[in-house]
């Protein structure tokens, strides 16, 4: 067996180094270059001989200063700095993903041998995180088409389903206060039928938008279906609940929708229920609220009603406090 001289080895090494497209550094237990191939190096946007005994700040700073090579996501160099200082070294191997300046992406790895030495190898995998990306986006898309009303941008029936069961859940366990607001638009079917389909659409639009204005962080907005729209109110009761929906009430009656020179009037029923023990399901709190919607239009439209307390925990038809306009 044909045993090599060990400088003999070490050059075949080094020259394999030398030629490789993967990225291979080595430093010294005071973190400066002893050892650098020009693929390495370009990752600190320098050759081979220059990187050669440079600290691994010196090369980061290059890098900062010059918005070149590695990409340094802070706008405190130091920081940065310290915060890798303390990762690296940290464990005897560790594995990590960074881009640099022009858009590639490498897998970084750091191993620790002998007297603290570093070996610092980096793998281009520019393609494979492209198509990584390519599927997140795609992911991301499929969900939104999945949970998103095609023509308002807010959540579908089936999503809106989805996200209150959860609340109601809350409600039940550890967070009772909840209120549930169905809107419906008054005679959406005479709009459509004066201005067609088009200017319906277009109404159902312009409706969601000024809606989902006036909401708050946390409240959960969904078409239910046609001309229907339901608001949930985590922690919040009717009592609370009223001054919003009123507003509500109100930017539906002042929206200014024109089309073709005529100018098309709002008005919409608005039934609330808030979450009371006795309710079994989020389908019972929709029933009791769906109910209070009917009350309303019943009333003369462009009117809230709510639930009385009392009627709801006896589990009998809801009967119901007005508010008109």
Known sequence: MLTLPTTKVQDIIFDAFSLTNDGVAIFDANDIVIYCNDSMAKLFNDTAEQALNKTFSELIKQCFNNTEGLNIESDDIEVWLQAADHKRRSAPFRSFETDTQDGRWHLVTEQLVCDDILYFHSTDITDKKHTEM?????????????????????????????????????????????????????????????????????????????????????????????????????????????????RFRDTIATMKIDHKEQRIQLTASIGIVQYLPVMQSIHDMMNAADTALYQAKSEGRNTVCRCSIKQVESATAPSMISYTY
């Open 134 to 246: 390519q599927l997140q986006a795609l992911t991301k898309e499929l969900h939104t088409r999945a949970t998103t009303d095609e023509l308002t941008v807010i959540s579908n029936r089936r999503n809106f389903y989805d996200m209150a069961e959860i609340e109601f859940t809350k409600a039940q366990q550890k967070q009772p206060l909840l209120t549930l607001v169905v809107i419906d638009i008054d005679n959406f079917k005479v709009i459509n039928d004066s201005f067609g389909h088009a200017a319906g659409d277009m109404v159902l639009k312009a409706f969601a938008q000024n809606i989902k204005s006036e909401l708050r962080s946390g409240d959960i907005f969904g078409r239910l279906g046609g001309d229907e729209f339901a608001i949930l109110l985590p922690n919040t009761d009717c009592n609370e609940s009223l001054p919003l929906v009123e």
